[in-house]
């Protein structure tokens, strides 16, 4: 549109001209921000509810252990590791599982969870301890784990 206009009235015409051909194409992107935009507040919300609810989850089961209730505490980590496997909740919920195995007598089961631990955690350092504890446990035996934990 470089050409020049002589009258306010062909200025106007061709800004109408304009407003009707680029009109859909504005709409369009002003509802696909908003979109984005509602979409990825959405997002984080859900994200924050599950990790709230996760903490939540894990409190109740570290009560139940401090409560000396490992039926209460064993059901709260299997919960955990269901509904929240990929949060780093689920990881300590089965570092807690290994630990009430140990109390409880069964080593076996103790080394299955803290193996899961050590392969399978995204956080290098729960790795690392998760590796520690399970050559403790066959080197030393469940009494020493059991005293390392308390």
Known sequence: MAEDYLTDDEQFEAIKQAFVEYAPWIA?????????????RHYV???????LNAAAQFSVMTA???ANDPAKARQTADGLIKDYANSPYADQARLMLARLDVDGG??????ASL???MNGSKDGEL????????????????????????
């Open 127 to 150: 790795r690392h301890v998760a590796a520690l504890r399970l050559v403790i446990l066959h080197r030393f035996g469940q009494r020493v784990l059991g005293h390392l934990l308390d």
């Open 106 to 111: 069964d080593p076996g089961k103790a080394a």
């Open 115 to 117: 193996t899961q631990v």
């Open 45 to 51: 919300s859900l994200t924050e509810h599950k990790a």
């Open 64 to 66: 139940a252990v401090q």
């Open 28 to 40: 369009g992107g002003v509802l696909g921000g908003a979109a984005l935009i509602f979409g990825y």
